[in-house]
């Protein structure tokens, strides 16, 4: 049987704003197994990225349960998420938040250094150079471009070796040349490392390269729909 590596039950979201409460996602239980790569699409506000910011545990259910690797993360407190996700995750969001008074190596590396890892610029060095950006290791991120920079992230996300790749519209803010180089960066990624592939999209390309599509509308699951295998 395939092994469970994330597992919502029921899971509810709802947000204090200024209009009131906001009811955002509505009794989703979704299972998705190791090595899977869903895709999550629907119209915009149908709560994709909410729901991937469940499984990232960025955002805390306020019904029902989110089980990330056997564990509960509704159960955990800030500090328990932050770390459990350095160790496990990658995540990957369409505005690449890298810091920018940090060199792109550094970028990479720093979150290594955080988690206690000695070779974090050996790691990172082969990280850029995986992404093929050996050669702007020492530039800024405002020296690079949008494709450049979200490479960077890729590595940065990658190099921890996660078992969860989460990625938030990663071509969103691309031409469609550098949407392309990284799609196939992520998915060679995905392939070099084992892990298990989430991504939100609003592209049927991306989309059609995914294990299973999950379609979202007025924060539900409209349709769960499972690719066949070829023969």
Not at 105 to 131: C, I, M, Q
Not at 187 to 196: E, I, M, P, Q, S
Request: charged share 20%; net charge negative.
């Amino acid at each position: 049987m395939p092994q469970s590596v994330l597992s919502l039950q029921n899971a509810a979201l709802s947000l204090e704003g200024n209009a009131g409460r906001v009811d955002i996602l509505h009794g989703i239980t979704l299972s998705v197994n190791q090595g899977e790569t869903l895709g999550l699409v629907g119209p915009s506000g149908s709560g994709k990225s909410s729901l991937l910011m469940l499984m990232g545990g960025l955002e805390q259910a306020t019904e029902g349960s989110v089980t990330a690797l056997g564990q509960d993360l509704t159960g955990m407190d800030e500090d328990h998420l932050a770390r459990f996700r350095r160790d496990t995750m990658g995540v990957v969001f369409q505005n690449f938040h890298l810091i920018p008074t940090m060199t792109a190596l550094e970028n990479v590396a720093t979150p290594l250094e955080l988690a206690g890892h000695k070779d974090a610029f050996a790691r990172a060095e082969a990280e850029l150079d995986s992404v093929g950006l050996s050669h702007r290791r020492d530039h800024y991120p405002a020296q690079l471009s949008g494709g450049e920079q979200q490479r960077v992230a890729l590595a940065r996300a990658s190099a921890p070796r996660p078992q969860i790749l989460l990625a938030d519209e990663p071509t969103g803010n691309l031409d469609e040349a550098n949407g392309a180089a990284i799609v196939d960066l992520l998915f060679g990624l995905r392939d070099k490392h084992g892990a298990t592939l989430v991504l939100v999209t609003h592209s049927h390309t991306l989309a059609d390269r995914c294990d299973r599509v999950v379609r979202l509308r007025d924060g539900r699951i409209a349709e769960d729909a499972q690719k066949e295998a070829a023969e």
